[in-house]
């Protein structure tokens, strides 16, 4: 049940040219990348040709994948479990994207979950959209690791290499497309199209997540969160967009979970495990994600009429308390009925075949019965 929204803040909170720089060395990395682009690009664009643009989409959507399906739900998120090959794979091409170490970027990733919309999340969008943009990464020293936050990734020796080494590995890895660029077209030519044109696209593609992603979009599964998910953004994002799933449900390797839902890498994901590159996907059945946004409801419904006590809030309590515990009865009874499938005769098969196809029509009767509840309530009492 969606609630289409333009979430606060609504404003684009403090400039860049008003922040208090501490990260110079970033700052200037970042500001002088995008001069030298911006710069140069007229002088060089009548220079591009088909290898251009071969080069850069290639390296584009490789350096894409090593950000969401490497460190975000590898790394990061340890949603499924990946052979070395496939771990040094894309460590190797996440050179391409120009963004810290995984070790580094999952750290402050984990702080930002752990911690999201609050004063501790790094990149905490209530400070403005400029600042959980790019921001965040001028105005404050970077975050320093912390083995209780990453401590699984401080054992992991292809992650560590990567660590160590990262400086070379960048100039190394952007020195070998720059080089490839160079047999088809001017030095200059390849250095603008080849490298430069991709790290800026790349970087502001990851940023929208943490900026955008918080403020356009709809709040279909935890509605108390600034995540958003927005199918327009999961284009440009290899499927990141659906972010306020991910922000309910993390542990998922999928961030759309319909089958219309653009997510290519899920598609990877997938894909690798069908030929022995990666395996262990964790993802959360559609009965589990109802219950989840019937316990979320239920507290941010009842928060949110605490203060009202006329006759018709007091039956939106009961009918609340009630209907959410009859679905979590029925999802019980499924639940149960499912782990009696497994070690069932032949003949006891059968009858819970039945009752598996009763059980899941009452809950789904029960989850809209739901959906109308809370609609009904957010419209009632302005909850949007």
């Not at 682009?37 to 220079?47: G, N, R």
């Not at 290639?58 to 340890?78: C, N, P």
């Not at 279909?220 to 309910?248: M, P």
């Not at 449900?249 to 290519?264: K, L, Q, V």
Request: net charge positive; charged share 20%.
């Amino acid at each position: 049940m969606p609630w289409l929204f333009l979430n606060k803040p609504s404003h684009l909170g403090t400039s860049i040219l008003h922040m208090r720089i501490q990260n110079w060395g970033t700052f200037a990395t970042i500001a002088g990348y995008h001069v030298a682009l911006f710069a140069l690009l007229p002088f060089v664009i009548s220079d591009f040709n088909f290898a251009t643009f071969v080069i850069y989409f290639v390296t584009f959507v490789l350096s894409g994948f090593a950000i969401t399906a490497a460190y975000h739900r590898l790394f990061a998120h340890k949603t499924y479990d990946a052979n070395p090959v496939y771990e040094w794979f894309w460590l190797i091409m996440s050179m391409l994207s120009g963004q810290m170490s995984a070790l580094s970027w999952s750290n402050d990733h984990r702080i930002h979950h752990s911690h999201v919309d609050t004063e501790k999340d790094p990149y905490n969008i209530n400070r403005g959209f400029w600042f959980a943009h790019v921001g965040w990464l001028f105005v404050s020293k970077p975050i320093p690791i912390n083995d209780r936050i990453v401590g699984d990734l401080l054992k992991n020796k292809r992650v560590m290499f990567q660590h160590k080494h990262y400086g070379k590995l960048f100039l190394l890895v952007n020195g070998a497309v720059f080089a490839l660029g160079c047999l088809f077209m001017s030095p200059l030519a390849s250095f603008v199209g080849c490298v430069l044109l991709r790290i800026f696209t790349i970087h502001h593609c990851t940023w929208f997540i943490n900026s955008l992603a918080h403020i356009w979009g709809s709040r279909t599964y935890s509605k108390e969160q600034t995540a958003a998910d927005n199918a327009l953004l999961a284009v440009v994002t290899f499927g990141e967009g659906y972010h306020n799933y991910h922000h309910a449900i993390a542990n998922d390797y999928r961030n759309g979970i319909r089958w219309y839902h653009f997510d290519p890498t899920k598609w990877l994901i997938w894909t690798s495990s069908k030929i022995g590159l990666v395996k262990n996907l964790r993802w959360v059945n559609n009965i589990r994600i109802q219950q989840t946004l019937v316990k979320n409801d239920k507290q941010l419904l009842l928060e949110r009429i605490r203060h009202e006590f006329d006759e018709g809030a007091q039956e939106v309590r009961h009918k609340l308390e009630e209907m959410s515990k009859q679905f979590e009865g029925k999802a019980a009874e499924l639940a149960k009925a499912y782990r009696e499938l497994k070690v069932a005769t032949e003949e006891r098969r059968q009858i819970l075949l039945l009752e598996i196809k009763e059980l899941r029509k009452e809950l789904q009767t029960a989850w809209k019965d739901w959906v109308s509840l809370t609609e009904l309530t957010e419209k009632k009492y302005a909850l949007a």
